[in-house]
């Protein structure tokens, strides 16, 4: 099968209904930081992996937000335009120093950082405020962090560094605005709806706000030009990431990011895949077999049972400290396959699972004993458990509803199974109908109890026309092909 893969830049819009067109695209690249031009719900519900480019444009942004500092102190562009016009006024354009004042830096990723170790070397206070970065982390920078009602009191300049999201819209607003210091400067390299542009309008007329560096806005270009008319507005069209460094460098780490997961090298940049970060490992294909098998084990015994209410994957043993996130998702991925070559993968599993109602739960045990992988899943009230490990290289299935069996199953080829009362003429029974259907007995494991109903495996050449023959010899019976 052919692979698609779509590289973009901010001005191509990447909608749900190109997503849908594509019937093979496996990924989405953005030369670029910024993923709103691309529908990431739609690209997760369709298992598409959204790469961006976390890093190619740190520094140009960095760099014109500090720009914009500089031009909003000393009024630059409108004093650019007066000589340009023909005039000499030296005391209207009177500006301040940067050295001594405050900036208050909302957003400490890595542009963040790259601002304020700039602009500390004019002598600047850096402070700052972000819901992820370690306090510490941010100190050994040089930023003292506080909450955002500490923070608007404190600065003379305002910088936002945040992705666009329902928490950070118009995260500077009326209310902000009026806690902040009259003529406080703000500035917008990030994206446009973080700073409220119908508030920022009313801030700039009233003089709560003294000026304003704007390179992004909600509406690009913008048909309302009441902000960039303004005389204390300083605006550009989005030029945060184009310098030409940027662009080379976006589009090589694009490029790289691509080929090295292809290569089954590394994960950089997913936006909507960070459970396939640690597939990458030698072994962890493997183990991303043994959860789908193992869920496809179980969506086989329960055909007649769904549909599922939860799904519990527990991983035992220290080398799947960090393997129960793909495993979860590869048990869903076999528990709603609808045939071989078509169904759910790990992008878009648990979402999957979240919109059909099937909660889904994932633990981690410590054990020195063996290395397993636990799949129980809830039915009606009723559980259902498999359990099952990786041996030799082989996904292995050790354990079927309490039934433990004798020899480890591989998770391979054509399986049937079959849940019946232990007796001599049982095997001879099945084997003959397998014969009358011309498909042959390739290997046998049955369960460790000696007495009772318990569950035994074959495997088989060929699948059953019909495995209705097997109802009078077996309590229950399920085949599937892994």
């Known amino acids: 099968m052919n692979l698609y893969i779509r590289v973009v830049r901010s001005a191509t819009k990447v909608t749900c209904d190109v997503i849908n067109a594509g019937s093979n695209l496996k990924i989405i690249g953005r030369a670029g930081t910024g993923v709103d031009n691309v529908d990431v719900d739609a690209a997760t519900k369709s298992g598409i992996i959204v790469m961006n480019t976390p890093s190619g444009n740190t520094i140009s942004a960095a760099e014109l937000t500090c720009a914009l500092l500089m031009s909003l102190s000393r009024h630059i562009p409108q004093a650019v335009m007066s000589m340009k016009d023909g005039k000499w006024d030296r005391k209207k354009f009177m500006g301040a120093e940067l050295y001594g004042k405050v900036l208050g830096i909302v957003g400490l990723g890595r542009i963040g950082k790259e601002v304020a170790s700039r602009m500390q070397s004019f002598g600047m206070r850096t402070i700052g405020y972000d819901p992820i970065t370690p306090l510490e982390v941010s100190a050994s920078w040089g930023v003292e962090q506080m909450s955002l ?4 009191p404190q600065c003379d300049y305002i910088t936002v560094h945040t992705p666009l999201m329902p928490s950070t819209t118009g995260l500077l607003n009326d209310a902000s605005f009026a806690k902040c210091k009259k003529g406080v400067k703000v500035v917008n390299c990030a994206r446009g709806g973080i ?5 920022l309008l009313r801030a ?23 902000l960039v008319n303004h005389p204390n507005v300083i605006s550009c069209p989005h030029l945060g990431a184009s310098t030409k460094e940027a662009q080379a460098r976006c589009g090589r780490d694009i490029a790289l990011q691509i080929v090295d ?12 895949a960070q459970v396939l970060v640690s597939t990458f490992s030698p072994d962890s294909h493997q183990w991303i077999r043994l959860g789908e098998s193992m869920g496809r084990v179980l969506k086989a015994c329960t055909a007649s049972k769904e549909p599922y209410s939860q799904v519990h994957v527990t991983s035992l043993g220290e080398s799947l400290k960090k393997s129960s996130g793909f495993l979860s998702s ?11 070559q078509k169904g759910p993968n790990l992008v878009n599993a648990l979402p999957l699972a979240a919109e059909t109602g099937i909660t889904v739960q994932t633990d981690h045990k410590d054990s020195d004993e063996r290395e397993v992988c636990v799949v129980e899943v809830s039915v009606n009230g009723s559980s259902f458990t498999t359990v099952g490990s990786v041996q030799a290289g082989v996904p292995v299935l050790l354990e079927l509803n309490g039934s433990v069996f004798r020899q480890p199953v591989p998770l391979t080829g054509h399986l049937l199974f079959f849940k019946a009362s232990n007796s001599t003429e049982l095997l001879l029974s ?4 397998l014969a009358a259907a011309g498909v042959e007995l390739q290997s046998f494991s049955a369960s460790t109890a000696s007495s009772g109903e318990q569950w035994y495996c074959m495997g088989i050449s060929s699948l059953l026309g019909d495995i209705g023959a097997l109802k009078s010899l077996a309590k229950e019976a399920a085949q599937l092909t892994v």
């Open 204 to 226: 700039l007329e009233s003089g709560q706000c003294g000026g304003a560096g704007l390179d992004v806005f909600v509406e690009e270009p913008p048909k309302d030009r009441a």
């Open 330 to 340: 590869a048990a869903v991925v076999g528990l709603l396959a609808e045939g071989p």
């Open 430 to 433: 099945v084997t003959g109908v």
């Open 149 to 152: 009602e500490e923070l608007w």
């Open 195 to 199: 700073i409220d542009e119908a508030a």
């Open 261 to 272: 997961m292809v290569t089954g090298k590394a994960l950089v940049g997913a936006v909507n």
